[in-house]
Nanobody, 116 residues
């Protein structure tokens, strides 16, 4: 099982980034896919989730209207489109896969830094 995040980097305030999380080793379409972040010196913060069926998505209030989660089950990939980025969005962003029966997988994260 593998989850590999990519797309992080340094961006100026107001800029955009698209994160990707490529999955392998499990039935991707059966898993809810979540993005979680951890800012320097802080705990994990849930960002967004895309459920495994029905196309239901949800967002933290801190990113609502600025971030969009999507998934491509044919490519076993989940995305996080981030716009209007703020310095407080600076964090390591992790991808999580969770099944209805309790299987739970994590990626190693990708760094996003928002700074001028």
């Amino acid at each position: 099982v593998q989850l590999v995040e990519s797309g992080g980097g340094l961006v100026q305030p107001g800029g955009s980034l698209r994160l990707s999380c490529a999955a392998s080793g499990f039935t991707f379409s059966s898993y809810a896919m979540t993005w979680v972040r951890q800012a320097p010196g802080k705990g994990l913060e849930w960002v967004s989730v895309f459920n495994s069926g029905g196309g239901i998505t949800s967002y933290a209030d801190s990113v609502k209207g600025r971030f969009t989660i999507s998934r491509d089950n044919a490519k076993n990939t989940v995305y996080l489109q981030m716009t209007s980025l703020k310095p407080e969005d600076t964090a390591v962003y992790y991808c999580n896969a969770r099944s209805p029966w309790g299987a739970d997988y994590w990626g190693k994260g990708t760094q996003v830094t928002v700074s001028s």
